[in-house]
């Protein structure tokens, strides 16, 4: 394992070395190390091939590299094997993957959906569609403005209708971690399956599906190190196995007569038509680069890092910090009202100060409403961040609302 050391890492990231300004959008998309890029280049200049479809040699080549990239991912999350391992583009189109694969197949009129109120719209509108299509319940989970959800609300929200419970791991609004075991706990209890969005955990902390026991995760390779474009769906070999295809075409059949198809093994059933391989060669870059430092020492950093914001932001008057009022419930994430500012301005005063962060409802305007504010501002971290940007970020706060016309008693 290679020793932390702050400064070697931001030679790393080549953006970040030709910037003065402060990155604090990671949770949107995080920067990329040159290892990545390097090996998405070397992947286009050296082994450019159509996977699983040539014999030759390049084509034999970069199937294996794709491959390879699949045993990369079934290592970081613990899985049992490489065929529980589903590459997609992104997040989203995992979650769809479910919703339309498992979802459609399974529910019926009468089920109940679980999703909690804390959801990316990625894990809500596929829901959506399925209960208008199938007739299924779509029950939300609420939480209370520090983000838990209580177990009374957990009591109220499963029934023994509960078919399948739609979760994410972290909250890309307050940055707090949903309970995870009490939640597959109560799923087992009522026969349900569990999606869990790990969109904003998988980049930031070690996760091992087999001990959690979920049934299928969603994650976004852009979030942590990889290129965009390339996504993960895990899901347990039995359930896979019985599900009917997502997409259907070219790479993911047996043989196709004029009216019928086999359908491909496991996983390329779920890989339909010609796959993002540069971005899975990228995507295990990005592993072998989290994992030579190690996810729990990343993750021990980024708490420290966010518990100093965290700190510095609630000091500052007329700064109002969303979620947890626990400075380790956050996983990089700090959202932020400031009295009287919108937060577009919010964000405008601070891009005009060099530091990127995000403003709006970041896309989950349900959980705004169950909060009953409109908009926030997010700042989110990286391993990759410092204390000193921490600190022009701070410097830049304390001084919106006096920027603004507004004073700061
Ligand atoms: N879930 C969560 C919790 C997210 O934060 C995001 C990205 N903001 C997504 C899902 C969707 O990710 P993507 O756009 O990469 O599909």
Redesign the pocket.
Known sequence: MTAWNPENVRQDFVLLQNTDRVYFDN???SQKPKCVIDAVQEFYEKYNANVLRGLYPLSVEATERYENARKTVQRFIHAACPEEIIFT???????NLVAYSYGMANLKAGDEILVSIL?????ILPWQMVSRATGAKLVFLECEPDGTIPKEKMDEAFSEHTKLVAV?Q???VLGCVNDIPELVKRARACGAVILM?A??SAPHMPIDVQKLDVDFV???G??MLAP?GI?VLYGKQELLEKMPPFLTGGEMIETVSRYDAVYAELPHKFEAGTVNAGGAVGLAAAIDYLESYGMDTLHAVEQELTAYLFRGMNAIPHVHVLGSQREDNHTGIVSFTVDQVHPHDISEVLSSDGMDIRAGH???QPLHDHLGIHSTARASLMFYNTKEEIDRFLESVSNIRRRMGFGNE
Do not use: I, L
């Open positions: 949770a949107a998309t583009r992104n997040a989203t189109e995992s979650m959801e990316h719209h990625s894990n994410t972290v909250s890309n969005d969109a904003q969603a994650f976004s852009h979030k965009m996504g970041h896309c989950a």
